[in-house]
């Protein structure tokens, strides 16, 4: 037996493992309809060993560094990733409603999205809230408002993602306030937030804080779950947005990256360990429309990251180097007109994102450039991620697509651009230097104009819009948001208020300030302050007076 042989059988008895013991679910041995059996590895026949070493060495193993091919040796073999549906509005009631509807479909795990007033730290009674409570995310500000959320949802049974990021230490504080109250051990919640505040600068405008005390708390949020909650994901470094706002692909991974590179930085400036924080890191992608670069997009975010991660900052424990990451259908690529074709567009992208090697995925709507999804479009956006899994076949095989000339090409080449967008960025002083100098939203801002252009000349085509365009009556079969759900969210929050312990909340508020002026650790007090019924608003602008607010 050749030592390629060696290397291939060692490679294939760990990626079998994970098999036996995590989804006695999934049909073994792989086949397809013909019978024919799917390898875990897929190797070209007729190579001599030195060919079959040249081609291992270029393409390595799923599993192992730089993880270009997958973060697991069996990828969907093993399990599959985790099915969210993104979900929330109008008030609490109304959005746990929706989840048990979810979980009952079969989404694996939640998905919460929050109102504005919730993502800028404002309770749903205060002026800035008016027109707003309840209208792109469910209202989010007080304890009890948690508690009807996730009201019987077993929180040690499933995970949650939150997309919030200035005031994600709140919402955690809230999440885990309920889980103690359930009876459920910290070190048994799963979940992730968001709580990357340097794309919000950059593309999406929902900052509360300057950089420097976003980072504080950031950090403080990476050393707190370190102890207290160490299966939590404490940040999901986000390109979504950043794609949303127009960027290409290559921007995406270099502007994302170049966040992830200044949040492990002020980690280490803070005194915590590359491994043991790295650990705990998650990415957050767009799945676009040019399928192939999609693909090669994820696999190069992957093997970037694990490079940066060893070999700029040290790391030695290859879980510290895994990009592992969710993805979400681009939400900018559908279009009101003939709704309907953009099951086609998220079917596609979520592929694409399946190919790539996702961990986690969403998949949009049809409707959603109309309104909030309605159950049934949820569903059939859930399904779609089903059949992917259950009919495709492409989850038999570890990065499948791995060796195609066109996806290695790019994949290589989204990686060389990246990387020198990430020197400019280092050039500058860092990702808080380039966007003090608006350099990414420049960057951006200059690739949405000149896609813009290519559709206004019919150079890029948009089925449905600017080609292949009829003439139909306005999609009618909407979600509505009940007109009542902000004068009911309003009447709860003062309720909430009147019926504390007002010195209690004061106590509790004056040690947050107390803390936040020094250098404590800011995560315990915010816990202290929600069980001592603070509210969002409150706890947000004790921290407001403390850091000041960001202007652009």
């Not at 919030?164 to 809230?174: C, D, K, M, Q």
């Not at 009447?491 to 208020?497: D, G």
């Amino acid at each position: 037996m050749t030592k390629i042989d060696d290397e291939y059988q060692r490679w294939r008895k760990q990626s079998l493992e994970p098999f036996t013991q995590e989804a006695p679910e999934r049909k073994t041995p792989f086949q397809t309809s013909s019978g024919i059996e799917q390898p875990p590895l897929a190797l070209p026949e007729g190579l001599t060993s030195e060919q079959t070493k040249a081609y291992l060495d270029s393409l390595g193993f799923p599993g192992e560094f730089p993880f270009t091919r997958g973060v697991y040796p069996n990828m969907y073999r093993g399990r599959f990733w985790t099915m969210r549906q993104y979900a929330g509005f109008g008030d609490a009631e109304e959005s746990n409603k929706r989840y048990k509807f979810l979980l009952s479909q079969g989404v694996m795990g939640l998905s919460v999205a929050f109102d504005l007033p919730t993502q800028i730290g404002y309770d749903s009674d205060h002026a800035m809230a008016e027109g707003e409570v309840g209208k792109v995310g469910v209202a989010i500000s007080t304890l009890d408002d948690m508690l009807r959320l996730f009201d019987g949802i077993p929180m040690d049974q499933v995970s949650t993602s939150m997309t919030i990021n200035a005031s994600a230490s709140v919402l955690l504080a809230l999440y885990i306030a309920v889980a103690d109250q359930q009876g459920v051990s910290r070190s048994k919640i799963k979940g992730t937030i968001q709580n990357d505040i340097l794309k919000e600068y950059v593309a999406r405008g929902t900052y509360i804080y300057p950089p420097g005390p976003s980072l504080r708390i950031i950090t403080d949020i990476f050393a707190f779950c370190n102890k207290e909650v160490p299966q939590w994901n404490t940040i999901s470094i986000s390109g979504y947005h950043i794609r949303e706002a127009g960027s290409t692909a290559v921007q995406e991974v270099a502007f994302t990256l170049a966040h992830g590179i200044c949040y492990v930085e002020a980690a280490l400036k803070a005194g915590l360990n590359v491994d043991s924080f790295g650990r705990r890191l998650s990415f957050f992608f767009n799945a676009h429309n040019n399928f192939l670069e999609e693909v090669a997009k994820f696999r190069a975010a992957r093997r970037m990251w694990a490079r940066i991660m060893k070999e700029r900052f040290g790391a030695k424990d290859p879980r510290a180097m895994m990009l592992r990451f969710h993805t979400q259908t681009a939400g900018s690529t559908l279009t009101a007109q003939q709704p309907e074709n953009n099951i086609v567009r998220t079917s596609l992208q979520a592929l694409s994102a399946v190919l790539g090697g996702t961990q986690s995925l969403h998949t949009n709507s049809f409707d959603e450039a109309l309104a909030l999804p309605t159950e049934r479009s949820a569903q059939i956006a859930l399904r779609t991620q089903q059949i992917i899994a259950n009919e495709s076949g492409v989850t038999d095989t570890p990065d499948p697509l791995a060796g195609s000339y066109a996806v290695e090409y790019l994949t290589d080449e989204i990686e060389r651009r990246a990387l020198e967008y990430i020197k400019r960025i280092d050039d500058l002083g860092g990702a808080v230097a380039a966007v003090d100098a608006h350099f990414m939203q420049d960057e951006i801002a200059r690739a949405a104009l000149d896609y813009q252009k290519d559709v206004e000349a019919k150079r890029a085509i948009v089925v449905g819009v600017n080609q292949f365009t009829t003439k139909e009556a306005p999609y009618q079969d909407l979600q509505t948001i009940d007109a009542s759900a902000q004068r009911r969210q309003m009447e709860r929050v003062k309720a909430f208020r009147s019926k504390r312990d007002k010195a209690a909340a004061d106590k509790a508020l004056a040690d947050l300030r107390s803390g936040a002026q020094g250098t404590a650790n800011v995560m315990p007090l915010i816990i202290g302050a929600v069980k001592a019924r603070a509210t969002l608003g409150e706890i947000c602008d004790v921290m407001r007076s403390v850091f000041g607010e960001y202007r652009s």
